[in-house]
């Protein structure tokens, strides 16, 4: 990486760098995750994140680990309805497998030899007694013996470890008021956890993604749940109307992918919220800035006609922005000429990163929208390279003459801009 695109990565990733600290964060990864190639440099990410003052809960599983060693054991697998049917030969196996990983991704946490990515680093990680559990019970007349649910979470436990800068790991284990214990799903415990902390991510690495929308809403989500079995999409579903209100699924298999979703706009995975991650809304004076910072390129190549910080925050409330997590992508402006039954649009701009994706037509249908309940019957607009794309949008060549008199009298000659206008329907 050359020190301009590192310097220009910072200066993109400060905002998120901002807004995750003290921020918590429940990540649970599979069994086939630790197994991977990239689980080290997944350790070494997490500690990058503590080191920056995020709170972390982690969560893992242990299925293909505990798989193996009841096969070298001549134990009988079994799962009905998803779930491990845990007898007492399997609950000695599982035991012995989650303990194992415990201790293995603890020593992971502890490196930190110098010239390595973790060089100096001081992490505490700790784990307990943390998530009671109640057994599965007999369903469809299988009995699921030592297999279990969450029954409670440990929220106080947590935070007191939380607050010291600890990391909190926790096994796909509970434990019951009498002793016993449980085997549960790693997921399962990761969405109690993250809804019972009110956690602002859940974050969940593991089978790739790639057939599903970079973004979701819950809504979305249950229409696909209508036809495919996602257990994870299941459980960040649940997490969402459990209050956390942002849920990550991600693709073990793209190293570096869990940096690249918190600190990029447009992330690695697949991000399921409650709401749209992606809005158009009316501007306040709150955006200036960034409607400054977005057409100032437009500006400077003669597409848009330059506008003061002043001017822009005089009318601001023409202005109707698209917002992508928190940074603005596009913007346009609406002014209406009530007594001559006509609104210009004016300083439609889409990011560049986000042209050939909709976002022009989605803006301009939403201002359309506001000037049909103005009850305004034609829209203009003056552009000097945009005219092929308007013309596709149903806008037709017009006159100077054609334009209201308050606008005729304004109209830069020098500029040369095309005028072209739609019917509104």
């Not at 913007?331 to 990011?351: F, M, Q």
Request: aromatic fraction near 6%.
């Amino acid at each position: 990486m050359t020190n301009a695109s590192t310097t220009s990565w910072f200066r993109a990733a400060a905002p998120y760098i901002h807004a995750h600290r003290g921020a918590t964060f429940v990540i649970a990864f599979d069994g086939e995750t630790i197994a991977s190639a990239y689980f080290d440099n997944l350790i070494h990410d997490l500690a990058l994140l503590n080191s920056l003052g995020i709170r972390l809960v982690l969560v893992y599983g242990a299925r293909p680990q505990i798989e193996h060693q009841c096969k070298s054991h001549n134990i009988a697998i079994n799962y009905h309805q998803g779930l491990r049917i845990t007898d007492d030969a399997s609950l000695k196996i599982v035991k012995s497998v989650i303990g194992k990983l415990r201790l293995d991704i603890e020593a992971k946490l502890s490196f930190s030899l110098p010239h390595t990515p973790m060089a100096d680093t001081r992490i505490r990680c700790v784990s307990g007694n943390l998530v009671m559990a109640q057994p599965v019970g007999i369903r469809e007349g299988v009995d699921f013996e030592h297999t279990g649910e969450v029954r409670r979470i440990d929220t106080d436990g947590i935070e007191q470890q939380l607050v010291q800068d600890n990391i909190v790991l926790l096994p796909p284990l509970g434990y019951s008021p009498t002793g016993e214990i449980f085997n549960l799903s790693a997921e399962a415990i990761a969405t109690s956890v993250a809804s019972e902390l009110q956690a602002d991510k859940l974050i969940m690495i593991g089978d790739s993604q790639t057939d599903l929308a970079q973004e979701l809403t819950v809504q979305q989500a249950n229409e696909i749940l209508k036809d495919i079995d996602n257990p994870s999409l299941k459980s960040a579903v649940t997490a969402c109307k459990s209050g956390v209100q942002r849920v990550h699924l991600l693709d073990r298999s793209k190293d570096g992918a869990l940096l690249q979703e918190l600190f990029s706009r447009d992330g690695a995975g697949t991000l399921i919220s409650a709401s749209s991650f992606e809005t158009i809304r009316q501007a306040s004076i709150d955006d200036v800035c960034g409607i400054l910072e977005l057409i100032q390129p437009l500006e400077d190549n003669g597409t848009l006609v330059k506008r003061s910080r002043e001017h822009l925050e005089i009318e601001i409330d023409h202005f109707t922005v698209m917002e992508r997590d928190g940074t603005i992508v596009a913007c346009g402006a609406l002014y209406p000429y009530p007594n001559n039954d006509i609104a210009e649009i004016a300083c439609l701009a889409v990011a560049s990163d986000y042209q050939r994706h909709g976002r022009g037509e989605q803006l301009l249908s939403a201002i359309e929208q506001q000037a049909n309940l103005l009850g305004l019957r034609y829209l203009c607009v003056l552009t000097t390279q945009t005219e092929h794309w308007f013309v596709e949008h149903g806008f037709s060549h017009a006159k100077i003459s054609d334009l209201p008199i308050e606008k005729q009298q304004l109209y830069n000659y020098q500029r040369n801009a095309k005028v072209f206008s739609k019917t509104l329907d």
